[in-house]
């Protein structure tokens, strides 16, 4: 039965890397049937391991109960009130129903403008959830731990490749050289927009640093060893060094070659975590150093520069930030409705009105229009939730540093744009989540009876993450 058991596993955790593989590489840019079926994948290997979890007894991920909160509050904004109540709870959404009808509102409304938005919003929420359950739950150790950051890193340069070679094709704005999509002028890669393209790679950078800080740990004590100490060099500890090189190297070449302001400054927000994150942060800031110095011979840096020099830190974003703000006294306690901004907030658009928003470009504030005040201090206090677990096993292990700074990365470039909303960004982030957070000793504490507790998170971490002699061969 315990084999049987483990066989599941692994086909679970083969599904889970095949899916943060194929969704960046083959479904960042495709249409809305394959995203459906890359969601109801998520759902369903999330909801299998989490079954499967709690009938062994697994205490549930970090988080748990902020996240049910914060579907159940979508869910309630599609409930019909009836007009009074709707008035009273969410005057914004009475009012925009009123806007609209010639004899006033009359009968039950939900919260919610637009019902079919926040279903199909609610859908994927809760598929990332159970994504999140499911990766905390199968990646519990410090080896697969590895595995699924490998993946990651390993994603983004499969990425850059694509993308550069796509750049210098006859047909750059064409998926591979076949399938040209309908908003063509800021494809790059695989991707759509190279905003998203870059903020995958924001990611992928800081994991691909923790694995390399690691390696020239090992090659130092190796050094240390041998006499005369270059043979070291040819030993498996230089070899690993060499490949991690040319690992962090490339994604950080793409990164620069998108000219993506947003991805290149949630790039130096991850750096800055990582340094102040890791105890050997000096060591880390000369390792980091010689990669860019390397990168930055293989590509020219004068797009990103001119992209900073012509369009600046976002003005025109924030123009936009401040004419939505005027939404969040009308729908001040529930929001406009999950997922529903591309609709509410035409009717109230006074920034550069002949263009249509369908988003923020500012995941915070979307989540404080699309779900008010309530929504926005769950998403909040998730987020402390993530950051104060994640930081504090990071001293001792350079790739847990770099999990943290992925993370960080991502979180920062939300404040300039919608990533959240790139499926296969929002699929790799939650799974760093997911393994950021996972513990290796889920099954003797479940064994045992004793409740989880942040002081025992830590402190099990801090035990089973000390640096070892060995990284990932």
């Known amino acids: 039965m315990q084999l049987e058991q483990s066989r599941v596993d692994r086909a679970l955790r083969v599904v889970v890397l095949a899916v943060l593989v194929i969704s960046p590489l083959a479904l960042a840019g495709s249409p809305a049937p394959i995203f459906f079926t890359l969601i109801v994948t998520c759902a369903g290997v999330g909801l299998t391991s989490f079954i499967r979890g709690r009938?062994?007894?697994?205490?549930?991920?970090?988080?748990?109960?902020?996240?049910?909160?914060?579907?159940?509050?979508?869910?309630?904004?599609?409930?019909?009130?009836?007009?009074?109540?709707?008035?009273?709870?969410s005057p914004g959404s009475h009012a925009f129903r009123n806007d609209l009808s010639l004899v006033g509102v009359e009968g039950w409304h939900p919260v919610t403008v637009s019902p079919l938005d926040t279903v199909r919003g609610l859908g994927?929420?809760?598929?990332?959830?159970?994504?999140?359950?499911?990766?905390?739950?199968?990646?519990?150790?410090?080896?697969?731990?590895?595995?699924?950051?490998?993946?990651?890193?390993?994603?983004?340069?499969?990425?850059?490749?694509?993308?550069?070679?796509?750049?210098?094709?006859?047909?750059?704005?064409r998926f591979y050289g076949i399938w040209r999509p309908h908003f063509d002028w800021a494809v790059f890669g695989p991707y759509t927009n190279r905003s998203?393209?870059?903020?995958?790679?924001?990611?992928?950078?800081?994991?691909?640093?923790?694995?390399?800080?690691?390696?020239?740990?090992?090659?130092?004590?190796?050094?240390?060893?041998?006499?005369?100490?270059?043979?070291?060099?040819?030993?498996?500890?230089?070899?690993?060094?060499?490949?991690?090189?040319?690992?962090?190297?490339?994604?950080?070449?793409?990164?620069?070659?998108?000219?993506?302001?947003?991805?290149?400054?949630?790039?130096?927000?991850?750096?800055?975590?990582?340094?102040?994150?890791?105890?050997?942060?000096?060591?880390?800031?000369?390792s980091a150093a010689l990669v860019l110095i390397l990168a930055f011979v293989f590509v020219d840096i004068d797009p990103i520069l001119r992209a900073f020099e012509a369009r600046g830190f976002g003005h025109y974003r924030l123009g936009l930030w401040l004419d939505a703000l005027r939404l969040v006294p009308?729908?001040?306690?529930?929001?406009?409705?999950?997922?529903?901004?591309?609709?509410v907030y035409p009717r109230y658009q006074a920034f550069d009105p002949s263009t249509w928003f369908c988003a923020t470009l500012n995941e915070y504030l979307q989540i404080l229009?699309?779900?008010?005040?309530?929504?926005?201090?769950?998403?909040?206090?998730?987020?402390?939730?993530?950051?104060?677990?994640?930081?504090?096993?990071?001293?001792?292990?350079?790739?847990?540093?770099?999990?943290?700074?992925?993370?960080?990365?991502?979180?920062?470039?939300?404040f300039v744009d919608c990533n959240w909303q790139a499926t296969a960004n929002a699929v790799t982030f939650v799974a760093l989540c997911g393994?950021?957070?996972?513990?290796?000793?889920?099954?003797?504490?479940?064994?045992?009876?004793?409740?989880?507790?942040?002081?025992?998170?830590?402190?099990?971490?801090?035990?089973?993450?000390?640096?070892?002699?060995?990284?990932l061969e």
């Open 55 to 89: 009938r062994r007894g697994d205490p549930p991920a970090p988080g748990f109960m902020i996240l049910i909160l914060y579907a159940a509050l979508v869910a309630f904004q599609l409930i019909p009130l009836p007009a009074p109540l709707l008035a009273l709870l």
């Open 124 to 173: 994927a929420l809760v598929a990332l959830i159970l994504w999140y359950l499911g990766v905390h739950s199968l990646f519990n150790g410090d080896r697969l731990r590895k595995r699924l950051a490998f993946t990651v890193v390993v994603t983004g340069c499969l990425l850059t490749l694509v993308a550069l070679v796509q750049a210098a094709s006859p047909h750059p704005n």
């Open 196 to 286: 998203y393209f870059s903020n995958y790679l924001a990611m992928a950078i800081p994991l691909a640093l923790g694995f390399f800080v690691a390696s020239i740990e090992d090659l130092k004590r190796a050094w240390s060893r041998r006499h005369p100490p270059w043979l070291a060099l040819g030993d498996a500890e230089g070899a690993r060094s060499m490949k991690w090189t040319a690992l962090a190297m490339t994604p950080i070449v793409g990164i620069i070659a998108a000219a993506s302001r947003g991805g290149t400054m949630a790039l130096g927000a991850g750096l800055l975590v990582f340094i102040f994150a890791y105890r050997a942060w000096r060591f880390f800031l000369a």
């Open 330 to 343: 009308r729908f001040p306690v529930f929001g406009a409705g999950f997922n529903s901004f591309g609709v």
């Open 369 to 414: 229009i699309d779900t008010g005040i309530i929504g926005t201090a769950l998403a909040g206090a998730a987020l402390f939730i993530l950051f104060r677990l994640a930081a504090k096993v990071t001293r001792h292990n350079a790739l847990q540093s770099g999990l943290l700074a992925a993370l960080a990365a991502f979180c920062c470039h939300n």
């Open 435 to 471: 393994v950021a957070l996972a513990r290796d000793d889920r099954r003797h504490e479940a064994a045992s009876g004793r409740p989880r507790s942040v002081r025992t998170y830590v402190s099990n971490q801090q035990g089973l993450d000390a640096p070892s002699s060995r990284t």
